[in-house]
């Protein structure tokens, strides 16, 4: 599922493709337009530049020159490709965004659970309304003080995004396990000391997965290790757990994580 640093890489994606202007929108699948029709996109975007595209938590926006902004979430399996015209369409190739420089974005996406919305600013304003500080922006101080309130497990508060925007379901694993918290301790549980470590832990993970353009994979860190058939923990070596924690598979060590 896209985190925060999938979202960014997308970002990045949507820069490489170029501030152009969009010469032509195909919709191949109107089931990921949300409120908003073929036609209105068209009438809408066509012809606009797009501006600097920016990020906040797990929504992506896209301005364009003198028109709405272009609003990207990706669910379960969205991305985002640039690719030249004249490369095969991938079977679930969703929204084809044709730009002046011969390059076209693709909005690709499997399950289809979230989508592409057009948005004036009061529209915009409404989503991040809804939605807490993105991950990387959170000081210390801050992090505590949207922690400490909640009444529920650790986690759960972690992936609550109107409280931080962007994390997501690795992402609090690999924090929590590298904080040493167990991700079913209540968040107002936590000391000054757990949160100090949380923070620190939050900010390692996000920048190297950020530079990876997702949640890397590595042996030495719990996300390299949880689909293992018998997956150990590669700090200490014990056995890890697994169970579930508001609604999602959940993978901690006992040992490291008491």
Not at 168 to 177: P, S
């Amino acid at each position: 599922m896209p985190e925060l640093p999938d979202v960014e890489g997308f970002r990045q994606v949507l820069m490489t493709c170029g501030r152009r202007t969009i010469t032509d929108i195909e919709v191949r699948d109107a089931g990921i337009l949300r409120g908003v029709t073929e036609k209105r996109l068209r009438k809408e975007c066509k012809e606009r530049r797009l501006g600097k595209a920016w990020r906040h938590g797990k929504w992506l926006f896209a301005p364009t020159d003198g028109g709405p902004t272009l609003v990207f979430h990706f669910g379960m399996t969205g991305s985002l490709w640039c690719c030249s015209p004249d490369e095969p369409f991938a079977a679930h190739d969703r929204l084809v965004l044709t730009l002046d420089n011969a390059r076209s974005l693709r909005y690709r996406d499997q399950r289809k659970l979230k989508g592409v919305q057009l948005a004036d600013d009061a529209a915009v304003d409404r989503i991040l309304d809804r939605l807490g500080p993105d991950a990387l922006a959170v000081d210390r101080a801050e992090l505590a003080d949207l922690l400490s309130r909640r009444r529920g497990a650790i986690k759960s508060a972690l992936m609550d995004q109107s409280v931080i925007a962007g994390l997501g379901n690795l992402l609090c694993d690999e924090i929590l396990w590298r904080a040493r918290i167990a991700p079913r301790t209540p968040a107002r549980d936590l000391t000054g000391t757990a949160y100090r470590r949380l923070h620190a832990a939050m900010g390692r993970v996000l920048h190297t997965s950020v530079r990876a353009g997702r949640v890397p994979p590595r042996r030495s860190w719990i996300t390299g290790r949880r689909d293992d058939s018998e997956p150990l923990c590669p700090r200490c070596g014990e056995s890890l757990s697994s169970g579930r924690t508001a609604g999602r598979r959940t993978v901690w060590c006992p040992h490291c994580q008491p």
